[in-house]
């Protein structure tokens, strides 16, 4: 990357391993490159909202709510209290490949884990960094998960 433009760097978070990896190369490589790191967390409702009705926000169920408190609370753990390089955080309700997509308009990179949570262990690519690696309107780095599905 050069050092004029724009540095951004764009993250997708899920709050698995290897998405927490893809947050940590991305401040390194910022913090190389004088650039920012815009970390994004996509949400959908579950596939069966609407199907049996509609579960009530006054139940106490807010995913907005909730995305962006795993996202802060992710970033703050990954990131410190005081990162090298800014760090902002985007909650966009929507498919998660298709809010990254997005995301990564005008970005110099995006950067995901290998496998995200709800991957399976023999995958080498999930199917969102799969799909991000063939569409993406920047170049794309994947990083692999060296500590497996349980941190072992």
Same mark, same amino acid.
């Given at each position: 990357?050069s050092? +004029?433009g724009?540095?951004?760097?764009v993250?997708?978070?899920?709050?698995?391993?290897a998405?927490e990896n893809? *947050?940590?190369w991305a401040?390194a490589?910022?913090r190389?490159?004088?650039?920012?790191?815009q $970390?994004?967390?996509?949400?959908?409702?579950?596939?069966?909202?609407?199907?049996?009705?509609?579960v009530?926000? &006054?139940d +106490?169920f807010?995913?907005?709510e *909730? #995305?962006t =408190? /795993?996202? #802060? %609370? /992710?970033v #703050? %753990?990954?990131?410190?209290?005081?990162?090298?390089?800014k760090?902002?955080?985007?909650?966009?309700?929507g498919n998660?490949a =298709?809010?990254?997509?997005d $995301?990564?308009e005008g970005?110099?990179? *995006?950067?995901?884990?290998s496998r995200?949570?709800?991957?399976? &262990?023999?995958a080498v *690519?999930? &199917?969102?960094s799969r799909?991000? /690696? %063939?569409?993406a309107?920047?170049?794309v780095?994947?990083?692999r998960?060296?500590h497996?599905?349980?941190?072992?």
């Open positions: 990357m050092s +004029g724009n540095q951004r760097i993250v997708g978070m899920d709050g698995s391993p998405s893809a *947050l940590r401040i490589q910022a190389l490159t004088g650039g920012t790191v $970390a994004v967390t996509a949400w959908e409702y579950p596939a069966f909202y609407g199907w049996v009705g509609a009530p926000v &006054s +106490g807010d995913p907005q *909730l #995305a =408190r /795993t996202l #802060a %609370e /992710t #703050a %753990e990954v990131a410190g209290a005081e990162p090298p390089v760090v902002s955080q985007a909650v966009i309700p998660p =298709r809010v990254l997509l $995301a990564a970005a110099a990179l *995006l950067v995901v884990g995200g949570l709800g991957g399976f &262990s023999g *690519l999930g &199917s969102v799909h991000l /690696t %063939e569409h309107p920047c170049p780095v994947v990083i998960d060296d497996g599905p349980a941190g072992g």
